[in-house]
């Protein structure tokens, strides 16, 4: 890796931190940097999984003030996601790795329809505040993280997003209390995936280490900053790399 490319990666980490951390998908922006800086993509889904985890720990403690009072939903949602990331990042190392190269443009062209969807999901989860109040969502919640957990074992991109309409559907919250929890569901998934990969998969070490440094600084960033950059620049940069991420894919 030239050290332009260090620097490309390193920058993705940092946007990816920044991003998931406000809303998710920055799986789209590391995911094609590292494609096009020459890892297969399987090795690259791995080790974005491990660079990431780091800098969805930043950006859960920087959401630390809106996880109080949340324990018991952490726990009840946080084991949904601890089974569904395993389950996810199990399929990835067992399936074949052609399987993978095939599904991943489907799952990005999903991840980018739900990035575009995403202000109509935030206006369905306003106008949903005005019903009652559900104190834990139900066994559909349980059941929707648990599939998100899966994909985002799997693969990832968007799982912020997924969850954020999930819980901003079935819970009446804060929104911002939500994407706390969102934060730390997602470090779950990551993080279980991430111990798998270490132990199973083949980790780009460079990679991984300079992805990592990035997103724990996009995660301060997120959290401080991020919720001031204009969403639609950030939906467009999204849809920008990941169509890129889908024409790579499908070219070769």
């Given at each position: 890796m030239?050290?332009?490319?260090?620097?490309?990666?390193?920058?993705?980490?940092?946007?990816?931190?920044?991003?998931?951390?406000?809303?998710?998908?920055?799986?789209?922006?590391t995911?094609?940097?590292l494609?096009?800086v020459?890892?297969?993509?399987?090795?690259?889904?791995?080790?974005?999984?491990?660079?990431?985890?780091?800098g969805?720990?930043?950006?859960?403690y920087?959401?630390?003030?809106?996880?109080?009072?949340?324990?018991?939903?952490?726990?009840?949602?946080?084991?949904?996601?601890?089974?569904?990331?395993?389950?996810?990042?199990?399929?990835?190392?067992?399936?074949?790795?052609?399987?993978?190269?095939?599904?991943?443009?489907?799952?990005?062209?999903?991840?980018?329809?739900?990035?575009?969807?995403?202000?109509?999901?935030?206006?369905?989860?306003?106008?949903?505040?005005?019903?009652?109040?559900?104190?834990?969502?139900?066994?559909?919640?349980?059941?929707?993280?648990?599939a998100?957990?899966?994909?985002?074992?799997?693969f990832?991109?968007?799982?912020?997003?997924?969850?954020?309409g999930l819980?901003?559907?079935?819970?009446?919250?804060?929104?911002?209390?939500?994407?706390?929890?969102?934060?730390?569901?997602?470090?779950?998934?990551?993080?279980?995936?991430?111990?798998?990969?270490v132990?199973?998969?083949h980790?780009?070490?460079?990679?991984?280490?300079?992805?990592?440094?990035?997103?724990?600084?996009?995660?301060?960033?997120?959290?401080?900053?991020?919720?001031?950059?204009?969403?639609?620049?950030?939906?467009?940069?999204?849809?920008?790399?990941?169509?890129?991420?889908?024409?790579?894919?499908?070219?070769?």
């Amino acid at each position: 890796m030239s050290p332009w490319e260090a620097f490309g990666v390193f920058a993705a980490g940092i946007g990816a931190g920044t991003i998931n951390t406000i809303v998710g998908s920055g799986t789209l922006l590391t995911f094609p940097v590292l494609l096009a800086v020459g890892l297969p993509p399987v090795t690259a889904n791995v080790s974005n999984t491990l660079g990431l985890v780091p800098g969805s720990i930043s950006g859960g403690y920087g959401y630390r003030r809106e996880l109080v009072g949340q324990r018991d939903r952490l726990l009840r949602l946080g084991t949904a996601s601890l089974l569904g990331g395993t389950l996810g990042a199990v399929l990835l190392l067992i399936l074949p790795a052609d399987a993978f190269q095939a599904i991943v443009p489907v799952l990005i062209g999903i991840a980018l329809l739900l990035v575009v969807l995403q202000p109509w999901l935030a206006r369905t989860v306003a106008a949903r505040r005005t019903g009652p109040v559900r104190a834990d969502g139900g066994v559909g919640l349980l059941l929707g993280v648990f599939a998100t957990g899966i994909y985002g074992g799997y693969f990832g991109a968007a799982q912020g997003v997924l969850l954020l309409g999930l819980m901003g559907l079935l819970l009446n919250d804060d929104l911002q209390r939500i994407n706390a929890t969102k934060n730390i569901l997602a470090t779950v998934v990551n993080g279980v995936a991430a111990i798998i990969f270490v132990i199973e998969a083949h980790i780009d070490w460079t990679a991984a280490l300079l992805i990592a440094g990035g997103s724990v600084i996009g995660g301060q960033i997120g959290s401080r900053v991020g919720r001031r950059l204009p969403p639609a620049v950030l939906r467009g940069l999204i849809v920008v790399v990941g169509l890129t991420a889908i024409a790579k894919l499908l070219i070769g």
